[in-house]
């Protein structure tokens, strides 16, 4: 595996600016998630480093060697595609074993069928392996997919929503499948994604991008907790992150304070709290309640202890633990006080 630096790289399509002078680090054998809503520019990013499109500026570094000019062939990468892209007519174990049969690697058929079943074991495909690509499930053809890919140890892994396809149960296991893979193999992985769990529970770190800027780039709890702008707050939690104008909330603030933000795990109910406000709806979640609340026109979500509000209470007063309260100025930009 190697580092993967890219370098203010830049690209347009026509009139729109897909990725625009992005610079991040990829270290060796790390996990990082370029998380963004769809048209960010993550997929171009991913395509600039396999080579699939060229830049119009910038340079992009694998293992220190600049690759910005080379084919896709001698980056030496492996894509994982949100569709499938098998073989249908191959069986498992062909798909599987089709990269390592490259004249490239020299590999004996002794070494390809044991990288083969190594991998097959460890996605646990091993008894579908005589099985045609089309007589899979859904779940079963992203295995294999990730495996066509294990099997290359390739420079860098760059994996584009491979998950987003597959039913909320099987995401939630190939995603703890993925991450442990992974570290089993210390692979330096770039994934992209629009789900704010996959970005928390997989990364190392997690690049926020829009507009094909990276926003901010850090450790997932330094995204959730220390947030550079409303726009990456946002990104992280569910429910999302409250954000009211601050005149709202009875607090002394400066003058370019324009906007307060609070996690909803943040609100407390308290009768001496200084905030009143009318209960719109209550959700029962077992463990926990969501609570949303209006406050003059604007909405507050809080999680909170089932039975800590009653449903027969309209109005009710919260109080917001202030040492959780982040600040934003007119531009949504981050103000420490």
Request: charged share 25%; aromatic share 6%; proline share 5%.
């Given at each position: 595996?190697?580092?993967?630096?890219?370098?203010?790289?830049?690209?347009?399509?026509?009139?729109?600016?897909?990725?625009?002078?992005?610079?991040?680090?990829?270290?060796?054998?790390?996990?990082?998630?370029?998380?963004?809503?769809?048209?960010?520019?993550?997929?171009?990013?991913?395509?600039?480093?396999?080579?699939?499109?060229?830049?119009?500026?910038?340079?992009?570094?694998?293992?220190?060697?600049?690759?910005?000019?080379?084919?896709?062939?001698?980056?030496?990468?492996?894509?994982?595609?949100?569709?499938?892209?098998?073989?249908?007519?191959?069986?498992?174990?062909?798909?599987?074993?089709?990269?390592?049969?490259?004249?490239?690697?020299?590999?004996?058929?002794?070494?390809?069928?044991?990288?083969?079943?190594?991998?097959?074991?460890?996605?646990?495909?091993?008894?579908?392996?005589?099985?045609?690509?089309?007589?899979?499930?859904?779940?079963?053809?992203?295995?294999?997919?990730?495996?066509?890919?294990?099997?290359?140890?390739?420079?860098?892994?760059?994996?584009?929503?491979?998950?987003?396809?597959?039913?909320?149960?099987?995401?939630?296991?190939?995603?703890?499948?993925?991450?442990?893979?992974?570290?089993?193999l210390g692979a330096t992985l770039l994934f992209v994604t629009h789900d704010h769990v996959e970005a928390t529970t997989m990364a190392?770190?997690?690049?926020?991008?829009?507009?094909?800027?990276?926003?901010?780039?850090?450790?997932?709890?330094?995204?959730?907790?220390?947030?550079?702008?409303?726009?990456?707050?946002?990104?992280?939690?569910?429910?999302?992150?409250?954000?009211?104008?601050?005149?709202?909330?009875?607090?002394?603030?400066?003058?370019?304070?324009?906007?307060?933000?609070?996690?909803?795990?943040?609100?407390?109910?308290?009768?001496?709290?200084?905030?009143?406000?009318?209960?719109?709806?209550?959700?029962?979640?077992?463990?926990?309640?969501?609570?949303?609340?209006?406050?003059?026109?604007?909405?507050?979500?809080?999680?909170?202890?089932?039975?800590?509000?009653?449903?027969?209470?309209?109005?009710?007063?919260?109080?917001?633990?202030?040492?959780?309260?982040?600040?934003?100025?007119?531009?949504?930009?981050?103000?420490?006080?």
């Amino acid at each position: 595996m190697s580092e993967v630096r890219v370098e203010n790289i830049s690209k347009a399509f026509q009139e729109t600016k897909a990725v625009s002078n992005l610079s991040f680090t990829v270290k060796d054998g790390e996990f990082i998630v370029l998380l963004g809503p769809t048209g960010a520019g993550k997929t171009t990013t991913l395509r600039l480093i396999a080579g699939l499109e060229q830049t119009d500026e910038g340079r992009i570094f694998i293992g220190n060697e600049d690759v910005t000019q080379f084919q896709p062939a001698q980056r030496d990468v492996a894509f994982v595609f949100q569709q499938y892209s098998l073989y249908p007519n191959y069986t498992v174990y062909n798909n599987l074993a089709f990269p390592l049969r490259s004249p490239l690697r020299s590999l004996s058929k002794k070494q390809i069928d044991k990288t083969v079943r190594d991998i097959a074991k460890t996605l646990h495909i091993e008894d579908k392996l005589s099985n045609k690509a089309t007589h899979l499930s859904g779940g079963e053809m992203q295995r294999v997919a990730i495996g066509r890919a294990l099997v290359r140890k390739p420079n860098i892994f760059l994996m584009d929503e491979p998950l987003s396809s597959l039913d909320a149960k099987l995401r939630e296991e190939l995603r703890l499948e993925l991450k442990n893979i992974q570290v089993q193999l210390g692979a330096t992985l770039l994934f992209v994604t629009h789900d704010h769990v996959e970005a928390t529970t997989m990364a190392d770190r997690i690049g926020i991008i829009n507009e094909g800027t990276l926003i901010q780039i850090d450790p997932p709890e330094k995204i959730y907790n220390d947030p550079n702008s409303i726009y990456v707050a946002t990104k992280l939690g569910s429910p999302k992150i409250n954000v009211l104008p601050s005149r709202l909330l009875n607090l002394q603030l400066p003058p370019k304070v324009k906007y307060a933000a609070f996690r909803p795990e943040s609100v407390v109910v308290d009768h001496k709290g200084t905030l009143d406000v009318h209960i719109e709806t209550i959700q029962n979640l077992g463990v926990e309640e969501i609570v949303s609340m209006s406050l003059m026109g604007e909405t507050i979500r809080g999680v909170v202890k089932p039975g800590s509000i009653s449903r027969s209470n309209g109005d009710v007063r919260i109080a917001v633990r202030e040492e959780d309260m982040l600040f934003f100025d007119e531009q949504s930009q981050r103000v420490y006080l």
